[in-house]
C-alpha cells in the first residue's frame, strides 16, 4: 500500500526561539585568509523585506569535494563543514562567511545550494547560487541550460569588495522572481 506525501506546513515566524545557534552563519571565522562574505536580501513579491526569513547554505569544499567532517553545528575555527544558516534582520539582510566552493567536476560551474525558509510559505525553497567569473563553466551548466535567460541571471552572484564579498537577493515572487528548484513528485 502506497500512502501519498503530506502536505507541508506554513514556515514561522518562530526562528528566534527553535533555530539558533553559536556562530550559525560562520562556515568559516572571518579572519580566515580566503573568507567570503556571502549576504543580500530577502524580498517579497512587492519588493518590501522579509524579516524573519531563515536561509541554510550547503555547498561542496574548494576542491569540489563533499564535506565529510562530522557536526555540522560544530564551529571550533578550524573545521569546515560546508553547512551554515543565517535569519534575516529587520531590513531581510542576512550574512554567511564561507569559503568559496569548487566545482564537482573539472570544467563544472561552481555554486552554493541554498533552501529558503519564511513565513507564509507552505514549504522550503531550493535554488542556487552560481559564483560569477566561470563564463564558459556557466555556459555548459546543465541546469543553467534549462532556463530562459532571465531566470539564469537570478542565479547569478555578483562580486563586490574585489571579491571579498558575493551579493545575492533571494525574491521570493514578482519581477525579477529568483528562479526554485523543484525536488521530487510534482503533483
Known sequence: MSLPPTPGQTVGPFFGYALPFERDSELVPASHPRAVRLHGHVLDGAGDPVPDALLELWQ???DGMVVQAHGSLHRDG???TGWGRASTDRAGHYQLV???PGAEEPGGAAFFS?????????DR???RIYLPG????????????TLDDRDRATLLAHDEDGGA???FD?????SGETAFLRYGRSS
Open 60 to 62: 561542496l569544499d574548494e
Open 78 to 80: 578550524y573545521t569546515f
Open 98 to 100: 564561507t569559503l568559496r
Open 114 to 122: 541554498l533552501v529558503v525558509f519564511a513565513r507564509g510559505l507552505l
Open 125 to 127: 525553497l531550493h535554488t
Open 134 to 145: 566561470q563564463d564558459d563553466a556557466l555556459a555548459a551548466d546543465p541546469l543553467l541550460g
Open 165 to 167: 564579498s558575493l551579493r
Open 170 to 174: 533571494v525574491r521570493l515572487q514578482g
